[in-house]
């Protein structure tokens, strides 16, 4: 445990959701003291008779219950926009110089890299950081890409190790960063779930078919679980990505052929549709990835 950690006798934590208890579990396992605020007092009676866990009624009263010995840690995981930059306004006034903010909330990156900018007028260390993973999650590992300086990072690793847990934990660059890689992470997110989705109600549409064990092979596959992603860092550490031209990236004729027959018989395939009519227009920085990529996870 660095220097930093060894003077701090507890951690601060603000908001007590599905997340930030969680968080709040996974500290108390690794031996953490904390101090809590959550607008909702309700949200306390979890921690009735721990001598860990030291509950405020204001704001005021964590900063000052929390800081006794000096500086301070305080993970931030409240919804991001206005409750966030609220908040980093107030403990801007409210922490001491040498203190760090770690904010796991979905923000803006742009609204991370203001708040940097406020916190940094104050000498206090601002870490915007992505939380990939939900709140069960949270328990087992989760990824945290993490933005802004390097020395706050490292003062802050122990924290940022015990929630990461079995995941990982990453320094992604300035002030911004974090919250960027979080977005990029959920644009991919949100944009292959719904195509999921149509091709597991046309699985459970079809007549004759074992759904759950067509399902469990669905979830099992690897393309369709880590294999994407995981193959694409394959390649880029392989130094395959390169930037040169690449060939066209056919649709397979079984591919296309399926979802021709499934839609004249009028099943809902539209965004995979739509996603395949993008091939031959795809951009050659994509094919640039996708062509050595998608060699590394299938072989061809």
């Not at 006798?9 to 930030?20: A, E, T």
């Not at 087992?140 to 940022?160: I, N, T």
């Not at 395959?240 to 056919?250: A, F």
């Amino acid at each position: 445990m660095s220097d930093f950690m060894e003077e701090q006798n507890r951690i601060g934590l603000i908001g007590l959701g599905s997340m930030g208890s969680n968080i709040a579990k996974i500290l108390l396992r690794d031996n953490y003291s904390i101090t809590v605020y959550n607008q909702s007092n309700s949200k306390y009676s979890q921690f009735t008779g721990n001598d860990n866990v030291q509950r405020s009624d204001s704001i005021e009263d964590f900063a000052e219950k929390l800081q006794r010995s000096g500086s301070a840690i305080v993970w931030l995981m409240i919804p991001g926009g206005s409750p966030t930059n609220s908040m980093v306004d107030r403990l801007s006034e409210l922490l001491k110089e040498g203190s760090i903010v770690i904010d796991g909330s979905n923000s803006k990156y742009e609204d991370s890299m203001a708040n940097y900018k406020k916190m940094n007028l104050k000498s206090i260390s601002y870490l915007d950081v992505g939380v990939a993973g939900g709140p069960d999650d949270l328990l087992k590992g989760v990824a945290l890409s993490v933005g802004g300086d390097m020395d706050a990072f490292e003062k802050a690793e122990p924290v940022l190790k015990a929630v990461a847990g079995e995941g990982t934990y990453e320094h992604v660059g300035g002030s911004g960063q974090g919250h960027w890689w979080k977005g990029a992470h959920n644009a991919y997110f949100y944009s292959i779930y719904p195509k999921a989705a149509q091709i597991a109600k046309l699985m459970m549409d079809r007549q004759g078919l074992d759904v759950q064990k067509a399902l469990k092979l669905f979830a099992t596959a690897p393309p369709i679980t880590t294999g994407i992603p995981q193959s694409i860092l394959d390649a880029y550490e392989s130094g395959l990505i390169t930037g040169k031209v690449q060939p066209e990236i056919p649709v397979s004729k079984m591919v296309s052929s399926f979802v021709d027959k499934e839609v004249s018989e009028g099943a809902d395939l539209t965004l995979i549709r739509e996603a395949l009519r993008c091939y031959p227009t795809m951009s050659e920085g994509t094919k640039s990835v996708m062509n050595p990529a998608k060699k590394k996870l299938t072989g061809h």
